[in-house]
């Protein structure tokens, strides 16, 4: 029972590492999309965005499912319990993760000025590389037991929050010229739902980094402020 339960585990995590780079890996693609500052992308690389999406729905279900029979089949201790939980939480966060991306990938697409798109893309792209980091370090947190990582990336949502401020700044600044228009307004407003999304990626890579010092202390540390 030991040893099935023990490779039953094993399968898990082989699944949800797959999963996890899965979604570093659209995030790295859209990244190097958005810094060309174009809101038109090459067809493949939109393709290739639309079918990873479709992987990962499908690899989602197939590891929650791993989850729920492992913890009915083998009765595992807590220790391990909680690693399969924290590793569940983690799935629906980058789950979500991966949801965003294609948002983000709308928004760029439904932007009626590229000129107005092309100024503040150096903005959105930190944004995005920023949470994208985020992300990255709450992952390995998780499967490296490294709590520091995980309170840097709790730290580190602010500084995303601040660069969502910034780009905003810059967009009602240039709203209220005299050229604005229809067409503009609602470029802004994509804008701004693009990088509140980019924004929520980084809450999402903050629920991770929890999951992971639950897996690592079982310690829930979940709406506590950090000492």
Known sequence: MTLKK??????????FEEFANLVLHQLDLL???????????PKEKSKELYDNENTLDKMEVKISDKIINTITLYQPVASDIRKIMACYRIIMSLERVGDMVINVLNFVESIKTPEVYTKLSEVVSNMLIQSANMVNKALLAFTNDDKDYAIWTIKNDAVVDELNKKMLKKAIKKSTSSNADKELLISFINMNSMV?????????????????IYSIEGKDIRHKDLK
């Open 6 to 15: 023990d490779d039953a585990i094993k399968a898990i995590m082989s699944d």
């Open 31 to 41: 990244e190097t999309l958005i810094s060309t500052g174009e809101t038109k992308f």
């Open 196 to 212: 509140s999304t980019i924004e929520r990626i980084a809450d999402q890579a903050t629920n991770i980094a929890e999951a992971a």
